[in-house]
């Protein structure tokens, strides 16, 4: 039984076309988690991470507090079991 959660957050603001992706994939990186970033057609990042609670904690702090390119307006987030299908941290 794995300790790990998943994180889904759907990023709202000027998020696209700034490379908050990729700077969303960075800080993954640096956690150690599992997932992805990718638009979506309403202008939202989609952001699924997957790892220890905490570390997905500290994800979502920067997503809503950090110094990401472009503008962020709101987080919302919604928490699951991890499916243990990712590897890596890929932009999509």
Do not use: K
Not at 39 to 65: K, T
Not at 66 to 88: F, H, I, K, M, Q
């Amino acid at each position: 039984m794995s300790d790990n959660v998943r994180l889904t957050a759907w990023v709202r603001g000027q998020v696209q076309g700034v490379g908050f992706r990729w700077w969303t994939r960075s800080r993954a990186l640096e956690i150690g988690l599992l997932g992805y970033a990718s638009n979506l057609a309403d202008g939202r990042v989609e952001v699924v991470a997957e790892g220890p609670r905490q570390d997905c904690e500290r994800l979502l702090e920067h997503l809503r507090a950090g110094d990401p390119p472009g503008r962020v307006e709101g987080v919302t987030d919604l928490w699951g079991e991890a499916r243990d299908s990712y590897e890596g941290f890929v932009v999509r």
